[in-house]
């Protein structure tokens, strides 16, 4: 059984910068295609990002293009995700997801096998 635990969350000021981590146990990392959700109060769960197997290929949601990264080190197991800028509307619940099924980035959240149970970020104004 796949398990992803997400770490790095917590309180920063807007403009400010966090990474969080996402450690994947069960299976090795380099089978699945690696993505990130996050879920404010009050709203529905969105897509952030996914890197495809290998880091091939990384799709962002436009509310984050050109402020967050996706990367992955499959040595450790781990996906990380680079926020930078960090405004207000981005506080959230963070969460980890992973598939290994084919997909498209419109459709990623259908695609997902599993979820990590996430890590809250809240930026301050």
């Known amino acids: 059984q796949v398990q992803l635990v997400e770490s790095g969350g917590g309180l920063v000021q807007a403009g400010g910068s966090l990474r969080l981590s996402c450690a994947v146990s069960?299976?090795?990392?380099?089978?699945?295609?690696m993505g990130w959700f996050r879920q404010a109060p009050g709203k529905e769960r969105e897509f952030v990002a996914v890197i495809t197997w290998a880091g091939a290929k990384t799709y962002y949601a436009d509310s984050v293009k050109g402020r967050f990264t996706i990367s992955r080190d499959d040595a450790k197991n781990t996906v990380y995700l680079q926020m930078n800028s960090l405004k207000p509307e981005d506080t959230a619940v963070y969460s980890c997801?992973?598939?290994?099924?084919?997909?498209?980035?419109?459709?990623?959240?259908?695609?997902?096998?599993?979820w990590g149970k996430g890590t809250l970020v809240t930026v301050s104004s």
């Open positions: 069960g299976h090795t990392s380099s089978n699945y295609a």
């Open positions: 997801a992973a598939t290994q099924k084919s997909f498209s980035v419109a459709r990623f959240r259908d695609a997902v096998d599993y």
